[in-house]
């Protein structure tokens, strides 16, 4: 089964001065993990729940821009990987979450919690 045809496409961005306050508003009104964030109008990093657990609660400041907790580079694969080969990417880097991209655009993202509904389908 390849990647782009279960990952989730409607993505949410969000410009690099964006507040992490304004950020995780969306987050929470959309009910999503995370967002992309990006620069010049080009895919920059992935702001996550981790990053404002680890990183904005423990040294920052909510009024911030959303950039500078930003986690980068952005962890990136083609539609026509599978779910075996993320689900070995993601496990060996220790991240959540993949970012699709085709022709130099962001086509959607695939997480753990997509995996686990996966999985869920199939006896092991």
Excluded: H, W
Excluded at 67 to 94: C, H, N, Q, R, W
Excluded at 118 to 124: G, N, Q, R
């Amino acid at each position: 089964m390849k990647i782009g045809e279960v990952m989730v496409k409607d993505i949410v961005f969000v410009e690099y001065k964006t507040t992490v306050l304004e950020v995780c508003k969306i987050m929470g009104q959309k009910r999503i993990g995370s967002v992309i964030v990006t620069r010049e109008n080009k895919p920059y990093g992935i702001f996550t729940e981790r990053d404002l657990v680890s990183k904005v609660l423990i040294e920052g400041d909510l009024n911030e821009e959303v950039g500078k907790y930003t986690s980068t580079p952005l962890i990136t694969i083609s539609p026509e990987y599978t779910v075996k080969e993320s689900a070995k990417i993601m496990a060996d880097m220790g991240i959540k979450r993949l970012v699709i991209v085709e022709n130099g655009e962001v086509k959607g993202i695939f997480t753990a919690s997509d995996l686990a509904k996966i999985v869920a389908k199939f006896e092991i």
